[in-house]
């Protein structure tokens, strides 16, 4: 049984060292929808918490001369026009340390899986972003295990790259592939599920406690049900418990699953304390709202620990409409972003990337040497593929060249395809690319993919052990090894016994 919102911050309240204080109480003067309006509450602090009378709790989020315009975390129905307030002097504070990873927390650090939760230090859920003085350029690559990704759009520890597309095209599985992943790679992980149904967020946990991710992933979480201010804060929430374990020195990857829905919670709440609409009637500061919360992302300098914090931010779009103000502002904030399109997703190439449409502003200064080296002219060769392809479909007999480019480019189609839950290794992934360079699955049958690809890993893991270890601990590749690796890729016969 999980304890109710207000029991639990009041029980956190009172752990404050008892000083004799003087409140000056408020009155509230309208009450709708949890968002409440009060007045003659002099002394007042953007984002205070609030008490009101019957132990319920609110922040306030609109200072104005006569009012205080405040959101409770809580519906409660004892708090009407009338009911007495007063502030707490506190801002609100998140539970953060060692001891999160494998939990599943709420934004104010309810632990939510029904086992207590000891917290070891708070944050407050809003701190101010690293500044430039307090970073280095990003230059370690954060592998996600998904080829199509790891090769043509790199991802850095440290950068902000935004998973964008309709509902239902993968976005949320390449986010938890990414997490999965990390396993063995001592990087931490922070989930944060925003607006979800909750037996969505069930299946994720699941999901990451079968591939054995719990143990280094901390998941918080502010459902559909719960109240707009809970969702609000999530993110930042989220963003506190990353930046302890950064702080410390540690590599974090943060999911924000996802900015539309936290942006609509905030509209909802922005709306209700009568803040005037914009755009899509979203308020003014939405942009500020994103911004303030990825730039808390970074890759710290060596003075400030050495630590990095990745965010993956998740956006829905609408019939694949990346112009629209959400996307858009997000787009501009992080440092790229992997667009999925439905009908790549529904053609059955999954991850459903389009490789035109997605970009990695800084990852390829932080790609592995030996990647670096075979994932050149992919995206070149998609583009080409793509292109040719729509000739094709007239019905036109291609010339040998073009022929050749669209036999070629289905093959790559095809190596770039795969399950989820199934990240690769590196040596898998550099193995891969040698043999679409070496051309050894273009006469493969569409059909044949799914049962080669893992016989071939298979079989270059024993061809090649030594390099397999060097190069998955070092992210390097010699001459001679890319030479090995060249003669054991030829030596494979694609459908063959072996
Ligand atoms: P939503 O908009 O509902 O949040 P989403 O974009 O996050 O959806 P997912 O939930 O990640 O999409 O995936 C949608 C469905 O596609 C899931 O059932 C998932 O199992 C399946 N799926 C995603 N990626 C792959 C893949 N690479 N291989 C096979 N199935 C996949
Ligand atoms: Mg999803």
Same mark, same amino acid.
């Given at each position: 049984?999980?304890?109710?919102?207000?029991?639990?911050?009041?029980?956190?309240?009172?752990?404050?060292?008892?000083?004799?204080?003087?409140?000056?109480?408020?009155?509230?003067?309208?009450?709708?929808?949890?968002?409440?309006?009060?007045?003659?509450?002099?002394?007042?602090?953007?984002?205070?918490?609030?008490?009101?009378?019957?132990?319920?709790?609110?922040?306030?989020?609109?200072?104005?001369?006569?009012?205080?315009?405040?959101?409770?975390?809580?519906?409660?129905?004892?708090?009407?026009?009338?009911?007495?307030?007063?502030?707490?002097?506190?801002?609100?504070?998140?539970?953060?340390?060692?001891?999160?990873?494998?939990?599943?927390?709420?934004?104010?650090?309810?632990?939510?899986?029904?086992?207590?939760?000891?917290?070891?230090?708070?944050?407050?859920?809003?701190?101010?972003?690293?500044?430039?003085?307090?970073?280095?350029?990003?230059?370690?690559?954060?592998?996600?295990?998904?080829?199509?990704?790891?090769?043509?759009?790199?991802?850095?520890?440290?950068?902000?790259?935004?998973?964008?597309?309709?509902?239902?095209?993968?976005?949320?599985?390449?986010?938890?592939?990414?997490?999965?992943?990390?396993?063995?790679?001592?990087?931490?992980?922070?989930?944060?599920?925003?607006?979800?149904?909750?037996?969505?967020?069930?299946?994720?946990?699941?999901?990451?406690?079968?591939?054995?991710?719990?143990?280094?992933?901390?998941?918080?979480?502010?459902?559909?049900?719960?109240?707009?201010?809970?969702?609000?804060?999530?993110?930042?929430?989220?963003?506190?418990?990353?930046?302890?374990?950064?702080?410390?020195?540690?590599?974090?990857?943060?999911?924000?699953?996802?900015?539309?829905?936290?942006?609509?919670?905030?509209?909802?709440?922005?709306?209700?304390?009568?803040?005037?609409?914009?755009?899509?009637?979203? %308020?003014?500061?939405? *942009?500020?709202?994103? +911004?303030? @919360? =990825?730039?808390?992302?970074?890759? /710290?300098?060596? &003075?400030?620990?050495?630590?990095?914090?990745?965010?993956?931010?998740?956006?829905?779009?609408?019939?694949?409409?990346?112009?629209?103000?959400?996307?858009?502002?997000?787009?501009?904030?992080?440092?790229?972003?992997?667009?999925?399109?439905?009908?790549?997703?529904?053609?059955?190439?999954?991850?459903?990337?389009?490789?035109?449409?997605?970009?990695?502003?800084?990852?390829?200064?932080?790609?592995?040497?030996?990647?670096?080296?075979?994932?050149?002219?992919?995206?070149?060769?998609?583009?080409?593929?793509?292109?040719?392809?729509?000739?094709?479909?007239?019905?036109?007999?291609?010339?040998?060249?073009?022929?050749?480019?669209?036999?070629?480019?289905?093959?790559?189609?095809?190596?770039?395809?795969?399950?989820?839950?199934? %990240?690769?290794?590196? *040596?898998?992934?550099? +193995?891969? @690319? =040698?043999?679409?360079?070496?051309? /050894?699955?273009? &006469?493969?049958?569409?059909?044949?993919?799914?049962?080669?690809?893992?016989?071939?890993?298979?079989?270059?893991?024993?061809?090649?052990?030594?390099?397999?270890?060097?190069?998955?601990?070092?992210?390097?590749?010699?001459?001679?090894?890319?030479?090995?690796?060249?003669?054991?890729?030829?030596?494979?016969?694609?459908?063959?016994?072996?």
């Amino acid at each position: 049984m999980i304890e109710s919102i207000s029991a639990f911050l009041k029980k956190r309240l009172d752990e404050y060292a008892f000083r004799p204080v003087t409140y000056k109480k408020g009155t509230v003067a309208r009450s709708a929808d949890g968002v409440v309006t009060v007045t003659g509450l002099p002394e007042r602090r953007y984002g205070e918490l609030l008490e009101f009378e019957g132990g319920v709790f609110g922040m306030a989020l609109d200072l104005s001369e006569e009012s205080v315009g405040a959101v409770l975390f809580d519906t409660a129905e004892s708090v009407r026009a009338g009911t007495a307030v007063h502030g707490t002097g506190a801002v609100l504070e998140v539970p953060v340390g060692d001891n999160l990873p494998g939990r599943v927390i709420d934004p104010i650090g309810r632990p939510l899986d029904g086992k207590p939760l000891t917290p070891q230090e708070y944050y407050p859920v809003e701190r101010p972003a690293p500044a430039i003085i307090d970073r280095r350029p990003v230059d370690t690559p954060l592998e996600t295990g998904i080829l199509a990704i790891d090769s043509m759009i790199p991802i850095g520890r440290g950068q902000r790259e935004l998973i964008i597309g309709d509902r239902q095209t993968g976005k949320t599985t390449i986010a938890l592939d990414a997490i999965i992943n990390q396993k063995d790679k001592n990087v931490l992980c922070v989930y944060c599920a925003i607006g979800q149904k909750a037996s969505t967020v069930a299946g994720v946990i699941e999901t990451l406690t079968k591939a054995g991710a719990m143990k280094y992933t901390a998941v918080v979480y502010a459902g559909a049900s719960d109240s707009p201010a809970m969702q609000y804060l999530a993110p930042y929430a989220a963003a506190s418990a990353a930046e302890y374990f950064a702080a410390k020195g540690r590599d974090v990857l943060v999911v924000y699953d996802d900015l539309s829905k936290h942006a609509v919670a905030y509209r909802m709440m922005s709306l209700l304390l009568l803040r005037p609409p914009g755009r899509e009637a979203y %308020p003014g500061d939405i *942009f500020y709202l994103h +911004s303030r @919360l =990825l730039e808390r992302s970074a890759c /710290l300098s060596k &003075e400030k620990g050495g630590g990095s914090i990745t965010a993956l931010p998740i956006v829905e779009t609408m019939a694949g409409n990346i112009s629209a103000y959400i996307p858009t502002n997000v787009i501009s904030i992080t440092d790229g972003q992997i667009f999925l399109e439905s009908g790549l997703f529904l053609s059955g190439v999954r991850p459903a990337v389009n490789t035109g449409l997605s970009v990695s502003r800084v990852g390829r200064a932080a790609q592995h040497p030996a990647m670096k080296a075979f994932s050149g002219t992919l995206r070149i060769d998609l583009s080409q593929y793509r292109e040719a392809e729509i000739f094709t479909r007239f019905g036109s007999d291609p010339d040998p060249a073009t022929a050749r480019l669209l036999k070629r480019g289905s093959t790559l189609v095809n190596l770039l395809k795969q399950n989820k839950s199934a %990240p690769y290794s590196l *040596f898998d992934e550099v +193995s891969l @690319l =040698l043999a679409y360079r070496e051309n /050894l699955f273009t &006469e493969l049958p569409a059909g044949q993919f799914k049962t080669e690809i893992p016989r071939f890993l298979d079989y270059m893991r024993r061809a090649c052990p030594d390099i397999l270890r060097q190069m998955n601990r070092t992210g390097k590749a010699t001459d001679e090894d890319t030479n090995d690796l060249t003669t054991a890729v030829n030596a494979y016969e694609p459908g063959g016994a072996l």
